[in-house]
């Protein structure tokens, strides 16, 4: 069963149709307890609690239902009830798992609300553990019983194609964007506005509504609430000619970065600060007539209630300057330690109510292994309780936390004083402080140029307030900020006294304003350019990239228009912000952006974007306090102290629908994210032509039906288990693919000083790479730099490397791919290397636990390829459906899609179909050993039918039987077994014609003589490289060995040589050479490798350690199973002589050998052996080809063509990696124009090593007229 139906429990049996309203549901309820499961990262392990799908919460284990429902609904709509209980008592070993976790003494459901895609689903969740007369049981059985209480009118659901406004008020007219800092009020004079430029100063309006973060949580606001930019009332001082102009001025009150909120709870105030950005913004424009004017409200004439005299402050003191995981939104201010132990803070209130309790909030962290405490004291008094801050006791936690609220009394003062003093357990001990609050009342006497007034008590439904301000004058004015876009005068009475009356039902803000005064101005940024991303048409995908980039991505997004027939849009952070953010940075604007086109489509019918791509890094350091500010954010997590929880994810940009964004391990992706990890022009220009390039698809090959899983060796075997279950998988998906197992305790592993590797696994891996695999899955230890401890793969590998044919990257490890930490991490440049690595990855950004990688692999592996008859899934399709489908999960927000969202592996789409062997149909065929077979089959499209317009090439991989394996326990755990095919019977290719082909080969000696199913895989490709297919068979017989087979008594004869065919024995090579053997015998030559030293090997200087296997090197010559070569490049070889001893053996175990000697020089010179140019003489166009004695290592390849007397027409220089030719080709007509006349001309050719060695030649070229 796959993870989607797992997790939707009970789906299509209980509930065929959305849930029936007004009807009882019983869902009964078992649950299958399995022993405690290890979570486990590098340096720890978790045990907790387990049964079969459970997802986890703070390390509980939750059960969940999930029941389709009807868009819209709210948990409030039913009842939910769990009922016919059924106990079992955990033993001890289980109780101690959870002995400090907060279990209740029956089952507390949590129901909540999840949608994807409009389709929304009723998520039912619990702990199925109670706490009962002091003793731990957990439910094995119930009966769930959900009741629909009402229907949520249709009525309810906004139209959103009419939500959202049709352009943008940018779209037109002349815009200037001011920066603001603080909440307040702010000037512009008439000399400010004429200085910005605009035209008609007396009609300036502001639009904006500043810098405060944005609610994240979409079921908490109005959607479109805030969309583009809304104008704000002003105040304009015309003077006494009641003209706008010189000396005048406009106000107006702005919202700065720190969200200010009251808490009725605690009856205090709540500070958030914007980690995005320290300055919010505003727009200025004179274009479309007279704006918005602070205009005065009625009277109230009704009778006041009550009299208000006082006013609820607030002071925040948050001092920003270190992020000691480099993870998370907090950061941290002053610091505690043995040289500063004390500090004491002045907190400002002018007119302090004394006879009022404030409340103070005080939090502050420490290092401490062992606990600690803050000791508090306000104005002089030691509070009676301390800031205790429990011990740090993981070593993916830096610090702890410990918080204090406290009801306080203030002294007649300006200023009342906190004074902080650390306890530490020792002298190495540190501490933090995070933020003080002090919320108190102050009275209501006005000195200076505004007061803001809220008074939150004694609030009903019929109450009036009679507010009075003392020490104002007649001429202050009274605003109501409440609605901060629409700023209203309330009309003020004075009496010695200024007074005003107001409704008091509900929480409302008021400012006391001298508007003689001085106010500070906003800062002026610049102009800002027309843009109407309100304006744009529904489209498939979205791409944000700074400006710098915008080349690289319209060049992508034209590659997606025209390959792929997608409608893409191109935006910068900057224009997104300013239509859904007032212009400031903040994470939220994406999703507001993206919502506009979510909710347009689901009202009309048009299309949605499926796919984000973000176009550049990005930094936990938003605000640039440590490092180089980026043009993309990053969204942190809330949790800063603790590895294991906190998080960068760009999961949050995909939620879109209503009630989304509250809860990311819950909420469900709508579009799928994906990430360039770029950071310059370079990159981004390689990048793309990376992703187009493979696009293109011009790479074939039988990498396309490999998938290469490597395993770690630690954590009693978890890794390589979790691995193997992969490739079950896989295999149940599609048994066209083949997996590559490389299980690090299936080779030797080899002790130095510096620990142990496992350098044959590291060959082995890397061969795989550089060859080519479509997928490679990493399962095991990591990090920033390497996978695995013993560094299989490393930073310097993944740069070095030169594969064109580039896998998907999935990596379930810790921290392999970081991008948010002003660094380049190993996963980084496995996408940005240009000339290998891969072509995407799915990967971690964070500390991630074993098992719950696991499981998000597993979600993968049942998408990660198509089923028969199933059409390919885009990268971040996969993606997104399988974070869905594991439900509720933290740790899945640690992995990021590196590379293109919209991108399509390369699949095979065609099917190959075995007719016949030996003239059998396959179920009753027999392969023996020395028996020739031969095999008929042909081409078919998704649904079977012939392709009889087929003509090219058909690969055939046949393996013996598949057999269990046993890994050596090199670390004493016990041997790992699994499953594999460990025996090639025959590897070659044949041509196809017409849709069919035929192939003969005879089966080696060494084979399994036991009779049992063989394996056959299949690639094909069509001559013009548009038609790739591929299948397998499994329905023969293997077995036994053919009477008939006549004995050999000769090997293989052989040709060797390195890196060129003019190689002679004892030449100078370079120190990473490729030795081609071309071998021929008239049974075939063997690769099985069964039989014991019946291998193909080489030995280098007759040292037995120094011994190569080179079976899967060998490729069969096309329709000819008795010849082939065998290409192997060696690993960098030390300067010196070498001999070579060349061995191989018939089918029939008949051997060959063959000797050559070289010698290694570090800067040795390349050698041309061959140039030449075709046609010649020539008119149009000419070939070039250049052969040389460097293959497989990137060289730099340079023609230059020119007269005789020198003048320089044409030149192209590549950086290639061949076996050793390449191919340039000149257009003569269409390149040139007149500039090439007929005559003679030079071609000079260069080629040049990475260590700056080359070699030149030339050759003539005769042009004829055209």
Same mark, same amino acid.
């Given at each position: 069963?796959?993870?989607?139906?797992?997790?939707?429990?009970?789906?299509?049996?209980?509930?065929?149709?959305?849930?029936?309203?007004?009807?009882?549901?019983?869902?009964?309820?078992?649950?299958?307890?399995?022993?405690?499961?290890?979570?486990?990262?590098?340096?720890?392990?978790?045990?907790?609690?387990?049964?079969?799908?459970?997802?986890?919460?703070?390390?509980?284990?939750?059960?969940?239902?999930?029941?389709?429902?009807?868009?819209?609904?709210?948990?409030?709509?039913?009842?939910?009830?769990?009922?016919?209980?059924?106990?079992e008592p955990l033993i001890t070993i289980e109780s101690d798992l959870i002995k400090n976790a907060n279990i209740a003494d029956n089952i507390i459901i949590e129901p909540s609300i999840s949608t994807e895609?409009?389709?929304?689903?009723?998520?039912?969740?619990?702990?199925?553990?109670?706490?009962?007369?002091?003793?731990?049981?957990?439910?094995?059985?119930?009966?769930?019983?959900?009741?629909?209480?009402?229907?949520?009118?249709?009525?309810?659901?906004?139209?959103?194609?009419?939500?959202?406004?049709?352009?943008?008020?940018?779209?037109?007219?002349?815009?200037?964007?001011?920066?603001?800092?603080?909440?307040?009020?702010?000037?512009?004079?008439?000399?400010?506005?004429?200085?910005?430029?605009?035209?008609?100063?007396?009609?300036?309006?502001?639009?904006?509504?500043?810098?405060?973060?944005?609610?994240?949580?979409?079921?908490?606001?109005?959607?479109?609430?805030?969309?583009?930019?809304?104008?704000?009332?002003?105040?304009?001082?015309?003077?006494?000619?009641?003209?706008?102009?010189?000396?005048?001025?406009?106000?107006?009150?702005?919202?700065?970065?720190?969200?200010?909120?009251?808490?009725?709870?605690?009856?205090?105030?709540?500070?958030?600060?914007?980690?995005?950005?320290?300055?919010?913004?505003?727009?200025?424009?004179?274009?479309?007539?007279?704006?918005?004017?602070?205009?005065?409200?009625?009277?109230?004439?009704?009778?006041?209630?009550?009299?208000?005299?006082?006013?609820?402050?607030?002071?925040?003191?948050?001092?920003?300057?270190?992020?000691?995981?480099?993870?998370?939104?907090?950061?941290?201010?002053?610091?505690?330690?043995?040289?500063?132990?004390?500090?004491?803070?002045?907190?400002?209130?002018?007119?302090?109510?004394?006879?009022?309790?404030?409340?103070?909030?005080?939090?502050?962290?420490?290092?401490?292994?062992?606990?600690?405490?803050?000791?508090?004291?306000?104005?002089?008094?030691?509070?009676?309780?301390?800031?205790?801050?429990?011990?740090?006791?993981?070593?993916?936690?830096?610090?702890?936390?410990?918080?204090?609220?406290?009801?306080?009394?203030?002294?007649?003062?300006?200023?009342?004083?906190?004074?902080?003093?650390?306890?530490?357990?020792?002298?190495?001990?540190?501490?933090?402080?995070?933020?003080?609050?002090?919320?108190?009342?102050?009275?209501?006497?006005?000195?200076?140029?505004?007061?803001?007034?809220?008074?939150?008590?004694?609030?009903?439904?019929?109450?009036?307030?009679?507010?009075?301000?003392?020490?104002?004058?007649?001429?202050?004015?009274?605003?109501?900020?409440?609605?901060?876009?629409?700023?209203?005068?309330?009309?003020?009475?004075?009496?010695?006294?200024?007074?005003?009356?107001?409704?008091?039902?509900?929480?409302?803000?008021?400012?006391?304003?001298?508007?003689?005064?001085?106010?500070?101005?906003?800062?002026?940024?610049?102009?800002?350019?027309?843009?109407?991303?309100?304006?744009?048409?529904?489209?498939?995908?979205?791409?944000?990239?700074?400006?710098?980039?915008?080349?690289?991505?319209?060049?992508?997004?034209?590659?997606?228009?025209?390959?792929?027939?997608?409608?893409?849009?191109?935006?910068?952070?900057?224009?997104?912000?300013?239509?859904?953010?007032?212009?400031?940075?903040?994470?939220?604007?994406?999703?507001?952006?993206?919502?506009?086109?979510?909710?347009?489509?689901?009202?009309?019918?048009?299309?949605?974007?499926?796919?984000?791509?973000?176009?550049?890094?990005?930094?936990?350091?938003?605000?640039?306090?440590?490092?180089?500010?980026?043009?993309?954010?990053?969204?942190?997590?809330?949790?800063?102290?603790?590895?294991?929880?906190?998080?960068?994810?760009?999961?949050?940009?995909?939620?879109?629908?209503?009630?989304?964004?509250?809860?990311?391990?819950?909420?469900?992706?709508?579009?799928?994210?994906?990430?360039?990890?770029?950071?310059?022009?370079?990159?981004?220009?390689?990048?793309?032509?990376?992703?187009?390039?493979?696009?293109k698809n011009d790479l074939t090959g039988t990498w396309k039906n490999i998938f290469a899983f490597m395993a770690d060796d630690e954590d009693s075997n978890i890794h390589m288990s979790q691995a193997d279950?992969?490739?079950?998988?896989?295999?149940?998906?599609?048994?066209?693919?083949?997996?590559?197992?490389?299980?690090?305790?299936?080779?030797?592993?080899?002790?130095?000083?510096?620990?142990?590797?496992?350098?044959?696994?590291?060959?082995?891996?890397?061969?795989?790479?550089?060859?080519?695999?479509?997928?490679?899955?990493?399962?095991?230890?990591?990090?920033?730099?390497?996978?695995?401890?013993?560094?299989?793969?490393?930073?310097?590998?993944?740069?070095?490397?030169?594969?064109?044919?580039? !896998? /998907?990257?999935? #990596?379930?490890?810790?921290? %392999? $791919?970081?991008?948010?930490?002003?660094?380049? &991490? +190993?996963?980084? =440049?496995?996408?940005?290397?240009?000339?290998?690595?891969?072509? !995407? /990855?799915?990967? #971690?950004?964070?500390?991630? %636990? $074993?098992?719950?990688?696991?499981?998000?692999? &597993? +979600?993968?592996? =049942?998408?990660?390829?198509?089923?028969?008859?199933?059409?390919?899934?885009?990268?971040?399709?996969?993606?997104?459906?399988?974070?869905?489908?594991?439900?509720?999960?933290?740790?899945?927000?640690?992995?990021?899609?590196?590379?293109?969202?919209?991108?399509?592996?390369?699949?095979?789409?065609?099917?190959?179909?075995?007719?016949?062997?030996?003239?059998?149909?396959?179920?009753?065929?027999?392969?023996?050993?020395?028996?020739?077979?031969?095999?008929?089959?042909?081409?078919?499209?998704?649904?079977?039918?012939?392709?009889?317009?087929?003509?090219?090439?058909?690969?055939?991989?046949?393996?013996?039987?598949?057999?269990?394996?046993?890994?050596?326990?090199?670390?004493?755990?016990?041997?790992?077994?699994?499953?594999?095919?460990?025996?090639?019977?025959?590897?070659?290719?044949?041509?196809?014609?017409?849709?069919?082909?035929?192939?003969?080969?005879?089966?080696?000696?060494?084979?399994?003589?036991?009779?049992?199913?063989?394996?056959?895989?299949?690639?094909?490709?069509?001559?013009?490289?548009?038609?790739?297919?591929?299948?397998?068979?499994?329905?023969?017989?293997?077995?036994?060995?053919?009477?008939?087979?006549?004995?050999?008594?000769?090997?293989?004869?052989?040709?060797?040589?390195?890196?060129?065919?003019?190689?002679?024995?004892?030449?100078?090579?370079?120190?990473?050479?490729?030795?081609?053997?071309?071998?021929?015998?008239?049974?075939?030559?063997?690769?099985?490798?069964?039989?014991?030293?019946?291998?193909?090997?080489?030995?280098?200087?007759?040292?037995?350690?120094?011994?190569?296997?080179?079976?899967?090197?060998?490729?069969?010559?096309?329709?000819?199973?008795?010849?082939?070569?065998?290409?192997?490049?060696?690993?960098?070889?030390?300067?010196?002589?070498?001999?070579?001893?060349?061995?191989?053996?018939?089918?029939?175990?008949?051997?060959?050998?063959?000797?050559?000697?070289?010698?290694?020089?570090?800067?040795?010179?390349?050698?041309?052996?061959?140039?030449?140019?075709?046609?010649?003489?020539?008119?149009?166009?000419?070939?070039?080809?250049?052969?040389?004695?460097?293959?497989?290592?990137?060289?730099?390849?340079?023609?230059?063509?020119?007269?005789?007397?020198?003048?320089?027409?044409?030149?192209?220089?590549?950086?290639?990696?061949?076996?050793?030719?390449?191919?340039?080709?000149?257009?003569?007509?269409?390149?040139?124009?007149?500039?090439?006349?007929?005559?003679?001309?030079?071609?000079?050719?260069?080629?040049?090593?990475?260590?700056?060695?080359?070699?030149?030649?030339?050759?003539?070229?005769?042009?004829?007229?055209?």
């Open positions: 069963m796959d993870l989607k139906n797992k997790y939707l429990i009970l789906l299509i049996t209980f509930f065929a149709s959305y849930f029936s309203m007004n009807a009882e549901q019983i869902i009964p309820v078992t649950i299958v307890w399995e022993s405690p499961r290890i979570f486990s990262t590098p340096s720890e392990q978790e045990t907790r609690l387990s049964f079969e799908d459970a997802q986890y919460i703070d390390e509980l284990p939750f059960y969940t239902i999930s029941i389709p429902i009807e868009e819209y609904s709210k948990t409030s709509d039913y009842s939910i009830s769990i009922n016919d209980c059924k106990y895609r409009h389709n929304s689903s009723l998520d039912i969740r619990f702990c199925p553990i109670i706490l009962k007369d002091g003793k731990y049981q957990k439910l094995i059985s119930a009966k769930v019983s959900i009741n629909a209480l009402s229907k949520t009118k249709k009525s309810n659901i906004r139209i959103a194609a009419d939500a959202y406004p049709s352009n943008s008020v940018l779209a037109s007219g002349y815009w200037v964007k001011l920066a603001v800092r603080e909440s307040g009020i702010y000037k512009l004079t008439y000399e400010d506005i004429v200085n910005m430029g605009v035209s008609s100063p007396a009609n300036i309006r502001i639009f904006g509504y500043g810098g405060e973060i944005q609610e994240e949580d979409f079921s908490k606001i109005s959607i479109p609430d805030k969309d583009d930019l809304q104008e704000i009332a002003i105040f304009m001082e015309k003077g006494s000619d009641d003209v706008f102009g010189s000396g005048d001025y406009i106000l107006f009150w702005a919202q700065g970065v720190i969200k200010k909120s009251y808490n009725d709870l605690t009856g205090g105030y709540e500070f958030t600060p914007n980690y995005y950005t320290d300055y919010g913004y505003y727009f200025a424009t004179s274009d479309a007539g007279i704006g918005r004017k602070i205009e005065q409200t009625e009277k109230i004439e009704d009778t006041p209630t009550l009299t208000v005299n006082k006013s609820l402050t607030g002071v925040y003191h948050n001092v920003e300057s270190i992020n000691l995981l480099e993870s998370g939104r907090e950061w941290y201010g002053e610091k505690f330690e043995s040289s500063t132990l004390e500090r004491s803070f002045q907190l400002p209130i002018e007119n302090v109510a004394t006879d009022e309790e404030a409340l103070l909030n005080i939090e502050a962290i420490a290092t401490s292994s062992s606990s600690t405490s803050y000791t508090v004291t306000f104005n002089g008094n030691v509070l009676s309780s301390n800031i205790k801050i429990s011990a740090v006791e993981s070593s993916h936690q830096v610090a702890n936390s410990g918080s204090i609220s406290k009801n306080v009394n203030c002294s007649n003062s300006d200023y009342q004083t906190v004074t902080l003093k650390y306890n530490p357990a020792a002298s190495s001990n540190v501490g933090y402080l995070n933020y003080i609050t002090l919320s108190a009342y102050r009275h209501l006497y006005f000195n200076g140029s505004s007061m803001e007034i809220f008074y939150p008590n004694d609030i009903e439904f019929d109450a009036v307030a009679r507010y009075e301000i003392s020490g104002a004058n007649s001429g202050i004015k009274v605003w109501n900020i409440t609605n901060q876009s629409n700023v209203q005068e309330i009309p003020t009475e004075y009496n010695g006294t200024l007074s005003f009356t107001t409704l008091h039902n509900e929480l409302q803000t008021f400012l006391a304003v001298n508007t003689q005064a001085s106010f500070p101005s906003p800062t002026i940024v610049g102009t800002v350019a027309n843009q109407n991303l309100h304006g744009l048409a529904q489209c498939d995908m979205i791409i944000v990239t700074p400006s710098g980039y915008m080349a690289a991505a319209e060049k992508l997004a034209e590659h997606h228009r025209t390959h792929d027939g997608m409608v893409v849009h191109i935006a910068t952070p900057e224009q997104i912000y300013n239509e859904f953010s007032s212009g400031t940075p903040d994470a939220t604007a994406y999703r507001r952006f993206l919502k506009v086109f979510y909710d347009r489509a689901a009202s009309n019918g048009s299309k949605s974007p499926s796919s984000l791509l973000f176009f550049g890094v990005a930094s936990h350091d938003n605000r640039g306090y440590k490092h180089e500010k980026l043009p993309l954010i990053s969204y942190q997590s809330v949790e800063s102290l603790l590895s294991t929880r906190s998080y960068v994810t760009d999961d949050y940009y995909g939620l879109l629908d209503d009630n989304e964004g509250g809860s990311l391990p819950s909420d469900k992706m709508d579009i799928s994210v994906g990430r360039l990890p770029i950071s310059s022009n370079t990159e981004a220009e390689n990048g793309v032509n990376k992703i187009i390039k493979y696009a279950k992969l490739t079950t998988s896989l295999y149940s998906l599609n048994k066209a693919y083949q997996a590559h197992k490389v299980y690090f305790d299936a080779y030797p592993l080899v002790q130095s000083t510096s620990g142990g590797t496992y350098p044959v696994a590291r060959e082995t891996i890397l061969k795989d790479i550089k060859n080519g695999v479509l997928v490679f899955t990493y399962v095991g230890h990591g990090g920033p730099y390497t996978l695995s401890q013993e560094q299989t793969i490393n930073q310097n590998d993944i740069i070095a490397m030169y594969n064109d044919k580039q !896998a /998907l990257w999935i #990596t379930a490890t810790c921290d %392999f $791919s970081r991008y948010d930490n002003n660094a380049v &991490s +190993a996963g980084m =440049n496995v996408f940005l290397n240009p000339n290998g690595g891969g072509i !995407a /990855l799915l990967t #971690t950004t964070r500390v991630v %636990f $074993s098992s719950d990688n696991f499981k998000l692999g &597993s +979600a993968v592996y =049942n998408y990660i390829a198509p089923k028969e008859g199933e059409a390919p899934l885009k990268l971040g399709e996969i993606v997104r459906r399988a974070k869905i489908d594991i439900g509720y999960d933290k740790n899945k927000l640690n992995f990021s899609l590196l590379g293109d969202p919209a991108l399509v592996l390369n699949y095979p789409t065609k099917r190959i179909i075995t007719d016949s062997i030996n003239s059998l149909i396959p179920d009753n065929a027999l392969m023996q050993a020395l028996g020739l077979v031969t095999i008929k089959g042909h081409i078919a499209d998704e649904n079977g039918d012939s392709l009889k317009d087929f003509n090219g090439k058909v690969y055939l991989t046949i393996y013996d039987k598949e057999e269990t394996m046993s890994t050596l326990a090199n670390k004493g755990n016990t041997p790992f077994k699994y499953q594999d095919y460990p025996n090639i019977l025959f590897s070659g290719k044949v041509s196809a014609t017409n849709g069919c082909f035929e192939t003969t080969f005879m089966v080696p000696k060494d084979i399994n003589y036991k009779f049992g199913d063989g394996r056959i895989l299949y690639y094909g490709v069509s001559d013009d490289k548009k038609t790739e297919a591929h299948d397998y068979n499994e329905s023969f017989q293997v077995g036994g060995s053919d009477p008939s087979a006549e004995p050999s008594e000769e090997g293989p004869n052989l040709k060797l040589y390195l890196n060129s065919p003019s190689f002679i024995s004892g030449q100078i090579v370079n120190p990473t050479p490729v030795l081609f053997a071309h071998l021929n015998d008239s049974y075939g030559i063997n690769v099985v490798g069964a039989g014991i030293g019946h291998d193909i090997t080489i030995k280098l200087n007759n040292d037995p350690n120094k011994t190569y296997v080179l079976n899967s090197y060998y490729e069969s010559t096309l329709n000819d199973y008795k010849s082939g070569i065998v290409k192997y490049q060696f690993e960098p070889l030390e300067p010196g002589l070498y001999h070579l001893a060349f061995k191989a053996w018939n089918l029939q175990n008949i051997s060959s050998s063959a000797e050559i000697d070289f010698v290694v020089r570090e800067k040795s010179i390349p050698e041309i052996s061959d140039f030449s140019i075709s046609p010649n003489p020539a008119s149009n166009y000419v070939d070039l080809t250049l052969v040389y004695d460097r293959p497989e290592v990137p060289v730099d390849v340079e023609f230059i063509l020119y007269d005789t007397q020198g003048r320089q027409y044409w030149n192209s220089k590549a950086t290639t990696s061949t076996e050793g030719t390449y191919t340039s080709h000149i257009d003569l007509s269409g390149k040139f124009g007149d500039q090439i006349r007929p005559g003679i001309y030079l071609i000079k050719a260069i080629i040049t090593t990475t260590e700056g060695s080359y070699d030149t030649t030339t050759q003539k070229l005769l042009v004829n007229p055209q």
